[in-house]
């Protein structure tokens, strides 16, 4: 059975950092796509960013660019996700995604594959 745990969510400050980690087990992805969403309370969820197999393209939301870094260690089997400057309104769960396919996209129908979520709570 294939297993997506996250790791590494919390209670933080805003303006602080914070660094998900997202451990497959069941199966690797390491020639997949993968990729982090984000639900906050009474909102859908949605795209946060996304990586290709090899790291080489990855693909972010506009309102995290420039804050936010996807990583992968293919050979830890492990994809990251590094939150700087974080702000209140980016309370919420935080998912990560496998695909089957090494297409990198922000739809959730790209990914087959979903762990539970970790909480991270940002307050002002």
């Known amino acids: 059975q294939v297993q997506l745990v996250e790791s590494g969510g919390g209670l933080v400050q805003a303006g602080g950092s914070l660094r998900l980690s997202c451990s497959p087990s069941g199966r690797t992805f390491s020639s997949s796509a993968m990729g982090w969403f984000r639900q906050a309370p009474g909102k859908e969820r949605e795209f946060v960013a996304a990586i290709n197999w090899s790291g080489g393209n990855t693909l972010y939301a506009d309102s995290v660019k420039g804050r936010f870094t996807i990583s992968r260690d293919n050979a830890k089997n492990t994809l990251y996700l590094q939150m700087k400057s974080l702000e209140s309104e980016e309370t919420g769960g935080y998912y990560c995604?496998?695909?089957?396919?090494?297409?990198?996209?922000?739809?959730?129908?790209?990914?087959?594959?979903w762990g539970q979520g970790t909480q991270v709570t940002v307050s002002s």
């Open positions: 995604a496998a695909s089957r396919r090494n297409t990198v996209g922000a739809a959730e129908r790209s990914y087959e594959y």
